[in-house]
Structure formats: structure tokens, C-alpha cells
């Protein structure tokens, strides 16, 4: 039976690969395509790519060009989602590029643009591990870590469009430097790339690990979620407890922001949390509830893992183009 | 001139101290009554004295029973605004208070209640040192920390109306304990407590300081902000150092909420900073902008004293009750 109906396009644009989907307007995911990223190319050529899986996915869904009502792209870094901007996107190597506009110019069709983590937060929020929620917020752990609020329905932005970064959170001032070159972020201390460093640190200070034997057998050069399940189900000393204290430091985060924000619901989402779901968030949840200021009713606030895995963004970002265009309209 | 205008009365539960002010409807304030809290009494007793401050702040303002509109009271501890009942107030001994309704009951007239930095929070936001702001943030340093966070002109009360709690923010996972129980929060670090605790260590590891002196001479057996004063301005090197450092938490604590919360105003409030000032708050703001992880536009940000002293709080309060009796009419 064909599809007659208006679809939106998601778009989730990672430093390594973009993924495209096609979503109907109760949120089926009609078709999905997935395409490498070349850092190395100029962003007018990334855009005419863009363009091209736009065509692809729909093509793949059986959707008709007239079908598409907008394309909404989750980016990595500093977005003006009101003019399409991305104004500072360091894994693409963007600066100031206009996405919205010249996209939507190549496919005649509006095009919204909105920062990776805020999508990916909407999508767990609308369709994922937090439907239901009030009040929520999404922290996502991968090489670094990226969060997102959202208060009464919708992401909270901020002054300057600039809320959410929980990464960046300092809970140990004189613990090790961060990319942002401060010290003791959360991110230095629990994302996966702190998570490699202080497993090749153990190694090199003479601890027995197979983490660097299970990445040659695979072929891989960095500590992936995958090589850390692994190492994990085979009880590696230095994995499990380098993993042990990650937990720990985002528990306090956890725990930090809740005592901000008093969210009813946490969703940690990103590669490690997909893969090992509720091993990974159990003893974050366990030292988040034990630090709480407001122990009494802490079950209250839901820590969960995420659900939706490499959809959430694709599908956010849909859930927000949608909402987006029905307001203007 | 009498004045024939509707009043609310505004009051400031302390630990030590209530504080009562009229206030008309251009927010003028019309009239101040103070009383020593007696924590030893029962809270039927507080209520009664509390219904007499009422009574005396109305004379005191030569302003007519049928004029008062409302009364509205920030109390310490954790309140249900809803119900008026204060359910958890340490300091006051309090354990599930029905404030607004055994009022109410005694003066015939709305009660209004709600947390007391909320209310500071609110009063410094609409009628001090944060007018203007569209996204706030207030932190009350004084025995303890505590903050409140505005958004979109209205406070943000979170999923259990726990939402504001900056002082226990952990940013040093191994620090001195705190009154919650945690380690590391900041208000084990910067608050007037936490900065007697250092210089009295430092005085017993054989430091010299005079404030030890400066307390006996004024007959105090607390380090008061005013104490506080008078040792930084004698350069007492010991209160220099332990100050510095104390900002210094202060200034990444300020940053941490910054990047979760992105507000485009900071208020700091309480005691030392109403003495102290700019000179206070200067080196807050220069570590709180060296840690933004968004420092091209960090003044857009500002971070300031509060101005409104001890009225803050029922100033707050007061506005806070017109907004919701207005709301509800």
C-alpha cells in the first residue's frame, strides 16, 4: 500500500557517520539510510551530500517527493536553531555555516537545525525511556559527555541557547584537565575517552588488562562501548574498576543536577548506556539517590537508560520539526 | 495622606529573626516590623506571634485592617506553596506546619507561603539587583548556601518542588563533610560556616590572625559578616587566604550552573556579599567567566551582589503573592 502522508526527514549529522530517517506523523520510522562523513570535504559538498541521502531515504521509504515536509538535522555543537546556523561545529570543522538555508534552498523545502544532544534528548523525552516525564533530563556519555533539558514540554534553552552542557560540570576541582582546559569536568572524569586513558594508564603502570589485546583482535585503535562490554563480561580487574569509578563521579553529577533541577526523570543515553543498559546505569543511579539533598522521596526520580539508541536523534529532531512548524503554522 | 490602597504584608521567617514589611502595589514599602524567633516555642505559638507582627507592621504603616490583601511568608526548610504548609523546616524545629492555613484562620486573610530563598531570589529578580533578567539565578551565601532559578519570569520549582538547591552542589568529590552528609558540596567550601572552620584551623595550626580577637572585642561567638569586614580590611592574612579560596569554589560553582542552565543573570545574595559587595563578588565573576565553556560572549552573563539586603525576602514574597492572587482571580 503506498504512503500517502506527510513525512519529515531526520537527520542525525555525527563527526563519523549521518544517519537519515523517514518518520510518518505517528512516528514510524518508514525508512532508514546511513552514510559516512568526510571531515576532510568543504561544507557546500557535505550539504549536496545531505541533499542526495535526503532523496535516498525517501526513496527507500517509498515516499514521494511532494510527501516531504521538512528535514530536521540534529548537529553536533553550537547551533542558532531560529536562522539554521551552525555557528562552531569543531568535529565537522564548521564555522558559521548556514545548513538551514542553503539545504532547504537545494530541496526547496524548510529545513530546521537543532544541536545533536538536544534532539537526541527530545527523542527519548517524546518516544523513549522518558515519555511521561515532566520534567527531564538527558545526559549522553560517548567520547564526551553532552546533555539536555527539557521543562514543561520543551528544551530549555537558556539566555544564550546555550543550557544543557552538564558535561562540563566540575565535581572534582583539582581532578584531570579537560578538553574544555579546565579541570575535574565530568567529562575528564567518566566519558569514554577518560574512561580509555585511565584504562591505559592502569596498563602502563603494570596492571594486568586484555582491553588492548581485545582491541587488536578487533581492530580497533580506540576503547569502544563494545570492547568495554566486553572486558567487562570477562571481568577485567582494571576495566571493572575504572568503569566502577566513572559510575561513581556521574552518579555525584547526577545527583548535582538533580538537586538543581528536581527533573522526574534522568535518561542516560549514548553508546555505553545502549549497550549495557541497566548494568551501566544501576550503580550511577544507586550513588545519584544517596547523595540527593531530598532523600525521602528519591524513587521519585526515575534514572534510566536510554531506549532508542541511534534513532534518538533522528526521531528528536522529527518530534521537534514537527512541533516547530506547527507553531508557526 | 491615609492611605487607602490594598497592602500585602511580607514576611522573612529567620532562624533568628521575622522580618515584616508593608507593601503597596507600586511595591513601595510602606512600613517594617522585626522580632526575635524563639525556636523554643511551639509552632502554634510562632503562628500567634506571627498573627500579633501582622497586627503591629499594619499600625506601624497607619494602614487600615480591610486594606491588608494577603500575607506572605518565606520560611527555611522545605514548604508545599500549594497547601501552605511547611514540612520540613530544621531550623524552625518545624515538621509539617500547616503555616497558611493556621494563619489564615487567625488573621482571616490569605497566607501565602513558600521558600525562603525563592522568595529572596524573587525579590532581587523583579525588584533588585536582577531586574530586567529574562533567565536568573540566585545564591544566598550566608550559615548555609542556598539558590533559586527563575525562568521565564517565574521560578522554577521542578518536577517536586525541590528545584534550586546550588549549596550542595559536589565540585570536590573528596572535600570536607558537610551538614547533608556529603562531602565536597559547596557549601562545606564557601559558606560563613565553612570559612570559620578554616581560619579557626588555621589559627590552631599557629597562623596569626586577629579575628579571633576581633570576635571577642564585639562580644561575638560567630564569625559574622561583619567580622568577616573588618579582618579583610585590617588584611588579616589568614581571612585574605581562606576568603580567596572560598571565591574561588564560589566562582566554579557559578560556572557549573552557567553551563547547565545558561541564565543571563546571577544574583549573590545573603550577607557577605550584601557587606561586602563588589569586592565580594569580582573575583566570583573572574573564575565563574575563565570556566564558562562558552566564553566568547561570557559578560553577557552577569553576575552580581544583590541589592535589596534584608527586604529581599518579603519583598519577594509580597510579589510573589500579588502574581498568584492575580493568577487566581
Given at each position: 500500500?503506498?504512503?500517502?502522508?506527510?513525512?519529515?526527514?531526520?537527520?542525525?549529522?555525527?563527526?563519523?557517520?549521518?544517519?537519515?530517517?523517514?518518520?510518518?506523523?505517528?512516528?514510524?520510522?518508514?525508512?532508514?539510510?546511513?552514510?559516512?562523513?568526510?571531515?576532510?570535504?568543504?561544507?557546500?559538498?557535505?550539504?549536496?551530500?545531505?541533499?542526495?541521502?535526503?532523496?535516498?531515504?525517501?526513496?527507500?521509504?517509498?515516499?514521494?517527493?511532494?510527501?516531504?515536509?521538512?528535514?530536521?538535522?540534529?548537529?553536533?555543537?553550537?547551533?542558532?536553531?531560529?536562522?539554521?546556523?551552525?555557528?562552531?561545529?569543531?568535529?565537522?570543522?564548521?564555522?558559521?555555516?548556514?545548513?538551514?538555508?542553503?539545504?532547504?534552498?537545494?530541496?526547496?523545502?524548510?529545513?530546521?537545525?537543532?544541536?545533536?544532544?538536544?534532539?537526541?534528548?527530545?527523542?527519548?523525552?517524546?518516544?523513549?525511556?522518558?515519555?511521561?516525564?515532566?520534567?527531564?533530563?538527558?545526559?549522553?556519555?560517548?567520547?564526551?559527555?553532552?546533555?539536555?533539558?527539557?521543562?514543561?514540554?520543551?528544551?530549555?534553552?537558556?539566555?544564550?541557547?546555550?543550557?544543557?552542557?552538564?558535561?562540563h560540570?566540575i565535581?572534582?576541582i583539582?581532578g584531570?584537565r579537560c578538553g574544555c582546559g579546565n579541570h575535574g569536568c565530568?567529562e575528564a572524569?567518566?566519558?569514554?575517552?577518560?574512561?580509555?586513558?585511565?584504562?591505559?594508564?592502569?596498563?602502563?603502570?603494570?596492571?594486568?588488562?586484555?582491553?588492548?589485546?581485545?582491541?587488536?583482535?578487533?581492530?580497533?585503535?580506540?576503547?569502544?562501548?563494545?570492547?568495554?562490554?566486553?572486558?567487562?563480561?570477562?571481568?577485567?580487574?582494571?576495566?571493572?574498576?575504572?568503569?566502577?569509578?566513572?559510575?561513581?563521579?556521574?552518579?555525584?553529577?547526577?545527583?548535582?543536577?538533580?538537586?538543581?533541577?528536581?527533573?522526574?526523570?534522568?535518561?542516560?543515553?549514548?553508546?555505553?548506556?545502549?549497550?549495557?543498559?541497566?548494568?551501566?546505569?544501576?550503580?550511577?543511579?544507586?550513588?545519584?539517590?544517596?547523595?540527593?539533598?531530598?532523600?525521602?522521596?528519591?524513587?521519585?526520580?526515575?534514572?534510566?537508560?536510554?531506549?532508542?539508541?541511534?534513532?534518538?536523534?533522528?526521531?528528536?529532531?522529527?518530534?521537534?520539526?514537527?512541533?516547530?512548524?506547527?507553531?508557526?503554522?
Amino acid at each position: 500500500m503506498p504512503n500517502t502522508q506527510e513525512v519529515i526527514v531526520g537527520i542525525d549529522m555525527g563527526g563519523t557517520s549521518v544517519r537519515a530517517l523517514v518518520v510518518s506523523p505517528a512516528n514510524e520510522i518508514l525508512a532508514v539510510e546511513k552514510t559516512a562523513t568526510n571531515p576532510a570535504a568543504k561544507p557546500e559538498r557535505i550539504i549536496a551530500d545531505l541533499a542526495a541521502l535526503v532523496e535516498d531515504v525517501l526513496r527507500a521509504g517509498s515516499v514521494k517527493r511532494q510527501q516531504l515536509r521538512a528535514v530536521s538535522i540534529g548537529c553536533p555543537g553550537a547551533v542558532d536553531p531560529v536562522h539554521g546556523i551552525v555557528y562552531h561545529a569543531p568535529n565537522l570543522g564548521w564555522e558559521k555555516v548556514a545548513l538551514g538555508p542553503k539545504l532547504g534552498k537545494l530541496l526547496r523545502t524548510p529545513v530546521l537545525v537543532e544541536n545533536d544532544v538536544n534532539v537526541g534528548v527530545t527523542g527519548e523525552y517524546a518516544l523513549g525511556a522518558g515519555q511521561g516525564a515532566q520534567e527531564l533530563v538527558g545526559i549522553f556519555v560517548g567520547t564526551g559527555i553532552g546533555g539536555g533539558i527539557i521543562s514543561g514540554g520543551r528544551l530549555y534553552q537558556g539566555a544564550r541557547g546555550a543550557a544543557g552542557e552538564v558535561g562540563h560540570m566540575i565535581v572534582q576541582i583539582d581532578g584531570p584537565r579537560c578538553g574544555c582546559g579546565n579541570h575535574g569536568c565530568i567529562e575528564a572524569l567518566a566519558s569514554r575517552t577518560a574512561l580509555e586513558r585511565d584504562v591505559r594508564a592502569a596498563i602502563r603502570d603494570g596492571h594486568k588488562s586484555m582491553v588492548l589485546k581485545l582491541m587488536k583482535e578487533r581492530g580497533k585503535d580506540r576503547m569502544t562501548s563494545s570492547i568495554i562490554q566486553r572486558a567487562l563480561k570477562k571481568h577485567d580487574p582494571v576495566m571493572l574498576k575504572v568503569m566502577k569509578r566513572a559510575q561513581y563521579y556521574l552518579g555525584v553529577m547526577v545527583s548535582n543536577v538533580v538537586n538543581l533541577l528536581d527533573p522526574d526523570c534522568v535518561v542516560i543515553g549514548g553508546g555505553i548506556a545502549e549497550r549495557l543498559g541497566e548494568e551501566y546505569v544501576a550503580p550511577i543511579r544507586k550513588t545519584a539517590y544517596e547523595h540527593f539533598l531530598r532523600r525521602h522521596d528519591a524513587e521519585r526520580v526515575k534514572i534510566v537508560p536510554g531506549i532508542l539508541g541511534d534513532n534518538a536523534g533522528p526521531l528528536g529532531a522529527a518530534v521537534l520539526a514537527r512541533r516547530r512548524l506547527e507553531r508557526e503554522s
